[in-house]
């Protein structure tokens, strides 16, 4: 506990030897004897000191106890040992003792401990208690006047202050604050390579990449050796080639697999701009000029993720108190209901999201958040994401945790289609690209799907119930006309499987080729009847892709037989599935797989240099286009050997396996049980779907 001030007075003054008061005050910890040394000074200011031999015996213990605390504080801090002045000298004037020399040492030794303090607790990772020590010491500072017996430890302390300040701010995410401190130090001494380096990864971290590479460059000529910071001007190149260009590169990612380590990237805007929408209402992204399929749009980094929403919720506000410029971001996030009369907002300015914007620096103090509107943006606009394959996709959080949270900044303002023309890539938890999934044209909305679109009508309604919208795209109003319709065929399909599943016999060897053949008509003749009717392209493959949940059940058995198929209709299965996915805005990944097995078994079969090789080979690059842009045929061949670790069909798949082909015999009976009603329905779908009432502008 420290002495309070009546006690300290009565304990100097009783005390008949300079050793006892040395003895009493190093009986206090460091912390504590600056305290006493701060007491000491009011004391002595204030005049209770008046007695000579009073005066000299305080003179003694504090000259003591100066040289041993600045020893111990020089020890803790070489750099700034190097820039330090020895104790004062005693000045004595006659008979008069000249105390002035001792209350600057006082001062220097209240200043450095806080700083060192601030050390301390940013070795320990107490950021929060480190910036608040350096405020203290900074603040301190401040208060001692100028002069030229203060100059040079004061501009030097005051200098490590600030500078270890924007440290502790940038680890916390205070980024202007950050850059403003290191502003600061480099005021006082522009060389300083760690203030240098500190501002040149704070300018990186929004996004001013060549300024970043311009002050790297500085620190790298005051310490041209220093390999860290050769490393950070190396990135800087990559970082502007991204940010400005849309040039990444990520083979070496591609190359290493399934377990390779996410890539970092930076965010890219391409030909893109927030307009209002008039198909969906409030705002949407558009192109602001033609694009070919698969050239890159955006790349973003989430602003946040976490396991569900509401723990979104937290983190998203956090940040939000910790920048007025990620405030800003968020808000425009807010949906037409939450902005109401807010009439200038509801178009953000792309200067927003784009890196190298003008920077308003203002320190995060005095941000008030609202909670209640950070919440409902986070509600609406955050996108569950799963590591998975869509295929495995559920409700519930599965035991590694693959399911989370992410709240994207620029794509957020992307709307949802069924026939998307953009389509979704994540390299890494935090990434996403978003690339053309079709030729886009000059003022054409970009859209992307919210949810899995490999579905009928009804399912997708129910999907929606979780944002404030009601999907009218073309495909949704099209088919609302006749659901049922559509929904009969899709269940009666549905029947099919399942009853092939509950009545399977044994099917003997001879048997194959005929059920065989069987189930192989079960799409073959499904396709020839679409293919058939009188409607536009788009309209049948919509139908496909509301069928889709019948195509792939069939498609995963029809993989392991594809020995037992002719030529002719293995390549045709496999353009019809690619085809039809491909067609409807890539299926989210599930064309891959379908793609991936495919292709494999093709070139098993048939030897990499077949034309049914080429063909698979082909479709599958068009696939692989839609998620990586244009790829190199060994990175190719890389991405195709990663996806097949995850696709590989499991053993009930085998051909060898008796399970396929006691389902494939039932499939067969019970196909021949329902053909003629199921028949009847396609037929009864299909000249509805026809008629010219139902025809969309």
Known sequence: MVPNRQALNVSMMRSSSANNIRSEIRSYSEVQSVCIISLLQQLTEEGHFSKFDSRRRIEEALKDLFQDLRAATLEKDPELSQNS?????????????????????????????????????????????????????????????????????????????????????????????????AEKALEISPQHVKSLARKGKILEALEHYEESRECFAAAIEEAPRDLSLQKALARCKVNYQQAFNGVFDLTKFYMEGKNATPPTCCNFVGPVEIRKSKGAGGRGLFATQNVKTGDLLMVSNALARAPDKETLVHEVATLCASSRRRLKQVYSLASELQILAEE????????????RSELELERAAGIELDLVRIHGIVKVNAITVWDSSPSDESDDKDASGTKYSALWLLPSFMNHSCTPNCVTYNPGREILFVRAGRDISEGEELCIAYFDILKDLETRQLCTVNWPFVCTCPRCTWEYSFPRALNEVRQRLLKVV???????????????????????????????????????????????????????????????????????????????????????????????????????????????????SRIAESKLLEIFKLYHGKLTRNTFLALVSSHSQSTKRPAEFAVDDNEVWLFMKGLAEALSDVESSLKHSISDFLRLAGDPLFEMD
């Not at 792939?552 to 993989?559: D, G, I, N, P």
């Open 344 to 355: 200038e907002n509801q178009i953000p300015s792309m200067d927003l999201f784009e890196p």
């Open 498 to 612: 399942s009853k092939a599943k509950s009545d399977c016999l044994k099917c003997l060897s001879a048997e194959r080729p005929k059920v065989t053949k069987d189930l192989t008509c079960l799409i073959l003749s499904l396709e020839k009847a679409i293919e058939t009717a009188d409607l536009e392209l788009k309209h049948k493959n919509w139908i496909r892709g509301s069928l889709m949940d019948v195509y792939l059940a069939s498609s995963r058995v029809l993989v392991a037989l594809l020995e037992y198929i002719d030529p002719a209709s293995r390549i045709q299965v496999l353009k019809v599935l690619v085809d039809a996915i491909t067609a409807l805005g890539g299926g989210d990944g599930i064309c891959i797989e379908i793609g991936v097995m495919l292709f494999e078994e093709i070139e098993i079969l048939y030897g990499r240099q077949s034309q049914e």
């Open 85 to 181: 002045k020895s104790s004062p000298e005693q000045m004595i004037a006659g008979d008069e003792m000249k105390m002035k020399p001792y209350l600057i040492e006082v001062e220097y030794l209240r200043v450095e401990n806080l700083r060192t303090a601030g050390n301390d607790l940013y070795a320990m990772g107490d950021l929060k208690g480190a910036m608040e020590m350096y405020t203290k010491c900074i603040s301190l500072m401040e208060t001692i006047p100028d002069g030229a017996d203060r100059k040079e430890w004061r501009s030097q302390l005051m200098l490590l202050a600030y500078s270890n300040r924007a440290e502790a701010h940038f680890r916390l995410n205070f980024l202007e604050d950050a850059l403003l401190d």
